[in-house]
């Protein structure tokens, strides 16, 4: 029997937020199998609806804010693993390029993470993560200026 990549990807959640809940023990310990099974009942339900993504979302985010509110690696690893169902239940995880990109995505928000817990607060990597998005998007801007005004040859 093959497994579907976002059933692995929820079975490898479930697994974390198992292994969290026992190893942490922490004193509101029963909210997180709770909050797993609404992730897990909202992913079996909405088998064939056209916003399912939507839902698998809107459902495994309280899963996401109480895991991180005690320990951010187990929010990070959840928010993995909701990325991983997310692209699975997209098509997105099809070819190796896909995979790399995923990897990619959890290299990047681990570099993210670690920066938030070395400075001890959120604010400087925050502003320094809106800093690069508004370059990034500077520079996208002025991409799409030019290649209007080469091809288009109107005046902008």
Not at 57 to 75: E, F, T, Y
Request: charged share 10%; with cysteine; glycine share 8%.
């Amino acid at each position: 029997m093959i497994l579907r990549q976002d059933l692995g990807f929820f079975l490898l959640l479930a697994a974390g937020v198992l292994i969290f809940t026992l190893a942490a023990s922490p004193a509101s310990w029963y909210i997180y199998p709770v909050l797993l099974a609404l992730a897990g009942i909202v992913l079996y339900v909405t088998r064939t609806g056209k916003d399912r993504v939507f839902y698998i979302l809107c459902a495994a985010q309280p899963l996401v804010i109480a895991l991180s509110a005690v320990l951010a690696g187990a929010g990070l690893f959840a928010v993995w693993m909701l990325a991983g169902i997310v692209l699975a239940e997209l098509g997105m995880l099809a070819s190796g390029n896909d995979w790399l990109r995923y990897a990619a995505f959890c290299g990047v928000t681990l570099v993210i993470a670690l920066g938030i817990q070395a400075s001890n607060h959120v604010l400087l990597p925050l502003m320094i993560l809106i800093g690069l998005i508004a370059l990034f998007a500077a520079v996208r801007i002025l991409r799409d200026y030019r290649f209007r005004k080469q091809y288009t040859g109107a005046t902008p």
